[in-house]
């Protein structure tokens, strides 16, 4: 027995969904907006998780500072890519737009030239992919930022500066720094 209807169709109807989606959205329908969230705001709430790790309030905060931009902004939105990419993009500059406020607040930049600190893969092995992120969120929010992006997104050093707001080598730095921090604590777990 075949499909209902072809694939494009299938996926034209996708698209067609998201699009009345965001129309009723954009005409102020609760339901609407309440479907929308339901959808995205797990996947939103995982990458932002993923850097306040320890600090639910936080990151709450930062979920619902993305969704106001997301229904703010949802008439910009050009149906070109995919849509949860587009949200994405929304809550990642909502997370540096709350870590340069606090990298601002907390501490004064300064050029620091980049060390290399490697961490030794073997020993990033015998550790499970739960216990690796438990340590990676022990690292502080400049730096833990910085990886994430880095390693987890693929920004480079130049998006990860413009988006937080501070210059290359001190996004370097930060990296290093956390991979440093990284390197300690698995090496006293693996004694």
């Not at 998780?49 to 949802?74: G, M, P, Q, T, W």
């Not at 990296?175 to 090496?187: Q, S, T, V, Y």
Request: net charge positive; charged share 30%.
């Amino acid at each position: 027995m075949s499909a209902p209807f072809p694939v494009a169709e299938r996926e034209l109807s996708g698209q067609t969904e998201l699009s009345i989606l965001i129309r009723d959205c954009l005409a102020h329908s609760r339901s609407a907006q309440k479907k929308l969230y339901d959808q995205y705001a797990p996947a939103a709430y995982g990458v932002i998780k993923r850097v306040f790790y320890n600090d639910e309030h936080v990151a709450k905060e930062i979920l619902n500072d993305s969704f106001y931009k997301v229904f703010k902004d949802l008439g910009q939105y050009s149906f070109q890519g995919a849509f949860e990419g587009w949200i994405r993009r929304i809550v990642i500059n909502t997370i540096g737009d709350h870590l340069r406020k606090n990298l601002n607040k907390d501490r004064r930049q300064k050029e620091i030239e980049p060390e290399d600190a490697y961490i030794d893969s073997e020993s990033v092995e015998k550790l499970s992919h739960k216990e690796l992120l438990k340590i990676v969120n022990t690292l502080p929010d400049a730096q833990r930022e910085v990886f994430n992006l880095f390693v987890f997104e693929n920004y480079s050093h130049k998006e990860i500066a413009k988006l937080l707001n501070i210059k290359q080598n001190n996004c370097r730095w930060h990296l290093n720094d956390a991979r440093r921090r990284l390197k300690e604590k698995i090496n006293l777990i693996m004694k």
